[in-house]
């Protein structure tokens, strides 16, 4: 079945540098995609999103690229804080259904 | 606003057992989602609601139930606990807004052990 998944489960980076995050998608009818960021012991928090009609979406220090033609997103997290060390998700869903599928989800560890 | 609030946070069963599993939002949100996240993993849809009285099955049904009578409440069902459904529950809910931000809120989640 459908299904979305991450490259890397565990990604390092030090303090101030920008980080990225990627998420693979296979099915090409999902047109809604969101980055959650879940801290140890809590629920996921959503960061952004960005629909398929879009390329490019900007948050405060994020920002989500969706390149439909490989169903390929990715989150940066640009000038990374301790704060935003937690694992996070991406999330697909599709127009008329009211599913969303998450992906296994990918370890982000800043390096003081 | 609380939010999501799930109850409890914690909870140990014994093979067979049943239990319900509470979940309330106040946020007058249409939809509401039952997850299960397994250790290392994301999280996989058991049950959905688009609004009171209507329920669809996720991707993982089996072994649980669910209810909706009013717009804040979704309880979960276990009735046969089995090892399998060890896991971390999470309740989520959301506007439903397809054209814009469709923002799921979720709650603090409950730690569920079958033994």
């Known amino acids: 079945g459908e299904s979305v998944g991450l490259h890397l489960p565990t990604l390092s980076v030090q303090e101030g540098d920008n980080s990225i995050i990627n998420c693979a998608y296979s099915n090409s009818a999902s047109d809604y995609f969101i980055w959650y960021k879940q801290e140890s012991g809590k629920g996921p928090q959503f960061i952004i999103d960005i629909r398929s009609n879009m390329d490019k979406r900007q948050g405060q220090r994020v920002t989500v690229l969706l390149n439909k033609t490989v169903k390929h997103l990715s989150l940066q997290i640009a000038a990374t804080q301790p704060g935003d060390s937690a694992v996070y998700f991406c999330a697909e869903m599709t127009s008329g259904t009211y599913k969303y599928i998450f992906g296994t989800g990918t370890r982000l560890k800043v390096l003081a | 606003n609380a939010g999501v609030t799930q109850t409890p946070k914690f909870r140990i069963l014994k093979i067979g057992q049943s239990m319900t599993l509470q979940c309330t939002q106040d946020?007058?949100?249409?939809?509401m989602y039952w997850y299960r996240q397994d250790p290392g993993m994301g999280l996989k849809l058991i049950y959905y609601?688009?609004?009171?009285?209507?329920?669809d099955k996720g991707e993982v049904p089996n072994g649980y139930n669910v209810s909706r009578s009013t717009t804040e409440d979704f309880p979960l069902r276990l009735e046969l606990a089995a090892p399998s459904q060890t896991s971390v529950y999470f309740c989520a809910s959301s506007n439903g807004d397809r054209d814009h931000t469709d923002t799921q809120y979720f709650g603090p989640g409950t730690r569920l052990t079958v033994l």
């Open positions: 946020m007058n949100h249409n939809y």
């Open positions: 609601s688009v609004g009171a009285g209507i329920t």
